[in-house]
Nanobody
Framework: VQLQASGGGLVQAGDSLRLSCAASGRTFSTYNMGWYRQAPGKEREFVAHISRSGGSTYYSSTYYSDSVKGRFTISRDNVKNTVYLQMNSLKPEDTAVYYC???????????????WGQGTLVTVSS
């Protein structure tokens, strides 16, 4: 699986931004997907997880870090092989390089990530 993230940019505090991550291959729907971020001088941290689709309802469960819960929304489109991160009410502390990730287990554990995308920079000015 190859992952290509896009959508980063420079925004002001309070603005919104949507990141996209396009995946190659026909097995996208079988992978859990996630987003991580890495701020300057800090370690990479988990942001959001969405499970692979399953069952007749095609329901995908989501999970967020406390720092973004209620502001960020992760979603996926298995037809377009794309995962999104809608970021609302952005804060300067959200400034980071954002990475998409794919794996077969819970994406909140970095060692569960099988594939990483390249990063996309989000800068939030105050």
């Amino acid at each position: 699986v190859q992952l290509q993230a896009s959508g980063g940019g420079l925004v002001q505090a309070g603005d919104s931004l949507r990141l996209s991550c396009a995946a190659s291959g026909r097995t996208f729907s079988t992978y859990n997907m996630g987003w991580y971020r890495q701020a300057p001088g800090k370690e990479r941290e988990f942001v959001a997880h969405i499970s692979r689709s399953g069952g007749s309802t095609y329901y995908s469960s989501t999970y967020y870090s406390d720092s973004v819960k209620g502001r960020f929304t992760i979603s996926r489109d298995n037809v377009k092989n794309t995962v999104y991160l809608q970021m609302n009410s952005l804060k300067p502390e959200d400034t980071a390089v954002y990475y998409c990730a794919a794996g077969k287990s819970l994406m909140s554990v970095a060692t569960h990530v099988d594939y990483w995308g390249q990063g996309t920079l989000v800068t939030v000015s105050s």
